[in-house]
Nanobody, 125 residues
Framework: QVQLVESGGGLVQTGDSLRLSCAASGRTFSNYTMGWFRRAPGKEREFVAT????????TYADSVKARFTISRDNAKNTVYLQMNSLKPEDTAVYYC??????????????????WGQGTQVTVSS
């Protein structure tokens, strides 16, 4: 069992930055590929970013590429999502998730076993 707790969400303006954190506890953090997903109001949950177990490989959704950066600190059992140049369309509840799948399959939410409760990000125009 892995417990995930997100933090760092909030209300910001267009162009601002936020850093989300996701603290993990339970099983060995470095055994898991980690991902961030989001769900905007009235929309399906969508993939945002994922990072490999050792942090050496990342993948991003086209909509956030070059603006968002995913990273992890295995010593701290934490994964981060640095979000820059935020836009109103980034408004959503952001979830971190853990999977034993390799990063090649980690853009699909059904591959993930463990999920956090989510943190709200609201970007005003």
């Amino acid at each position: 069992q892995v417990q995930l707790v997100e933090s760092g969400g909030g209300l910001v303006q267009t162009g601002d930055s936020l850093r989300l954190s996701c603290a993990a506890s339970g099983r060995t953090f470095s055994n898991y590929t980690m991902g961030w997903f989001r769900r905007a109001p009235g929309k399906e949950r969508e993939f945002v970013a994922t990072i490999s177990r050792l942090g050496d490989t990342t993948t991003y959704a086209d909509s956030v590429k070059a603006r968002f950066t995913i990273s992890r600190d295995n010593a701290k059992n934490t994964v981060y999502l640095q979000m820059n140049s935020l836009k109103p369309e980034d408004t959503a509840v952001y979830y971190c998730a853990a999977t034993v799948s390799t990063i090649a399959y980690a853009t699909v939410d059904r591959r993930y076993t463990y999920w956090g409760q989510g943190t709200q990000v609201t970007v005003s125009s």
